[in-house]
Every structure is written in structure tokens, then in C-alpha cells.
């Protein structure tokens, strides 16, 4: 499983670009739905071109938990985390996917998100496969310690779980997806990042 030092080292960039060079390719003129349905099938033509399909199955993982858009394992050696991320929460647009898990690296860099490839999770959803760090935790944060590392950060609070600075808005920062680890630090698990609009 440890592609990391492979030809998918930049995957996620990778990634990014083709669907940015097809969001441009498209323009305004195509209904949304067809427009992701495209993005997707663009994906999946990526993933077997460059061997990034990831059977799931053949690999030491344990079942931790499942969201709106994640089903979440922990790899046999319990250092990792396994995202299978269906994409739901990109909207009608894979680019903010992307948009999200970078800035997410840009601003969360002590738990980082890798993308190792592709597969399809327990409801044949296709997915982007995700590793993060697995985090020791004493507990999940508290409200007052997320807002203040958001301030330190150049955030301001719009809401208690939503914070914003001139680029980006940060929302669903909430205690369950920010722990407080064994060192003291705190770790953003899985927030929800997109650009501000202006």
C-alpha cells in the first residue's frame, strides 16, 4: 500500500490539473450533473492508465467509521488512516475536492492527506483514496482551543465552527473533527475547506 514513494507521489496534483483542464475545456455551457458525471469518468480513465486502482479488499484494514463522504479504516500497523472519499461534498464541481484537501495540507500540515489512487468503497461509489496520519489523542478538542488556533492561523470566526480569512472559509471545525494529541498540539482531521467567494 506505501505508494508514496512512487509514480503517484504527485497524484494529487496530477489529479488537480486534469480536472481543471477539463473544467476549462467544458466552459459554462454544460448542465452540472453532466459536468461531474464527466469529471468522474475523466478520473477513472486516469486511475487505469496509470495503474492507480486500489482493491480495498486485499489489504490489512480495519473498518473505523463512516460519513457523509468517507468510509475510514486504520491500516494494520495503526499508523494511518484510510479515507475512501466518494467525493459528496465537492458539490457539482471535483475541483473543490481538490481545492479542499490542499489548502487542507496548507494550513493542517501536522496530520496531511495523501492520495494514493482510486477504488470503490462498500456502496460501489467511486472514491479517491486518502491517507492521513493516525493521530494519538488524549480527547477531542474544545471549542475555545480550535477558535484560538484559528486565530493564530490568520482566521477570523464567523460561526463557532466556521472561520474565514481572505481566501478561504473553514467550516465543520467542530470538537469530533479536531483532536488534541498526546503532545499537545492539535490536529484538524476533517474540516470542510472551500474558496471565499468574493
Known amino acids: 500500500m506505501d ?8 497524484l494529487l496534483a496530477e489529479a488537480a490539473n486534469l480536472i481543471r ?41 480495519s473498518y473505523l467509521s463512516k460519513g457523509g ?19 459528496e461534498y465537492a458539490g457539482d464541481d471535483l475541483g473543490n475536492f481538490f481545492i479542499r484537501i490542499s489548502a487542507h495540507n496548507k494550513f493542517f500540515s501536522n496530520v496531511p492527506y495523501h492520495m494514493i489512487g482510486f477504488a470503490y468503497n ?11 496520519p493516525y493521530i494519538l489523542a488524549e480527547r477531542e478538542a474544545t471549542e475555545s482551543k480550535i477558535a484560538e488556533y484559528m486565530k493564530a492561523l490568520g482566521f477570523e470566526m464567523d460561526y ?19 483532536l488534541y494529541g498526546i503532545d499537545n498540539d492539535l490536529y484538524f482531521i476533517d474540516t470542510q475547506i472551500r474558496r471565499k467567494e468574493k
Not at 505508494?3 to 504527485?10: A, D, P
Not at 468517507?70 to 491500516?75: D, L, R, S
Open 3 to 10: 505508494r508514496e514513494h512512487s509514480q503517484v507521489n504527485s
Open 21 to 61: 483542464r477539463e473544467k476549462e475545456a467544458a466552459g459554462n455551457v454544460e448542465p452540472t450533473e453532466g459536468y461531474k458525471r464527466r469529471q468522474v469518468e475523466e478520473l477513472k480513465l486516469f486511475a487505469t492508465q496509470h495503474d492507480l486502482w486500489i482493491n480495498i479488499n486485499s489489504l490489512s484494514l
Open 69 to 87: 463522504e468517507n468510509e475510514v479504516y486504520t491500516g494494520d500497523k495503526d499508523d494511518i488512516v484510510v479515507k475512501l472519499n466518494n467525493f
Open 122 to 132: 462498500s456502496q460501489h461509489e467511486f472514491c479517491a483514496v486518502l491517507i492521513q
Open 160 to 178: 463557532i465552527d466556521e472561520f474565514h480569512n481572505e481566501q478561504y472559509e473553514i467550516f465543520d471545525a467542530v470538537p469530533n473533527n479536531v
